[in-house]
């Protein structure tokens, strides 16, 4: 099993930036993708931004792109989403996720961090 937990949530005005960060523990070698995903009240939970546990590979969602950076620091078994020019729209519980296989969902997941952005 792989075992995350987040860190880094708080209140920011818009405009401001926050650095969340997911720690990564247990079967770490078995992970193929790290993601972010974002659950606003009242919204389906959506997809923020991936990276490859092995390569630099990343993806993004729309709303993020230019905002945000998603890195991860494999001698320490950290991921990190740096998210910068916040809007309130980005106000949300925020989840770290990890993908064994290469394809289909996630299969573990953070307890979220709550993330609110005042205008």
């Known amino acids: 099993q792989v075992q995350l937990v987040e860190s880094g949530g708080g209140l920011v005005q818009a405009g401001g930036s926050l650095r969340l960060s997911c720690a990564v523990s247990?079967?770490?070698?078995?992970?193929?993708?790290l993601g972010w995903f974002r659950q606003a009240p009242g919204k389906e939970r959506e997809f923020v931004a991936s990276?490859?546990?092995?390569?630099?590979?990343?993806n993004y969602a729309d709303s993020v792109k230019g905002r945000f950076t998603i890195s991860r620091d494999n001698a320490k078994n950290m991921m990190y989403l740096h998210m910068n020019t916040l809007k309130p729209e980005d106000t949300a519980v925020y989840y770290c996720?990890?993908?064994?296989?290469?394809?289909?969902?996630?299969?573990?997941w953070g307890q979220g961090t709550q993330v609110t952005v005042s205008s």
């Open positions: 996720a990890c993908q064994i296989g290469g394809s289909g969902g996630y299969d573990y």
């Open positions: 247990g079967r770490t070698f078995t992970a193929y993708r």
């Open positions: 990276i490859t546990w092995s390569v630099d590979y990343t």
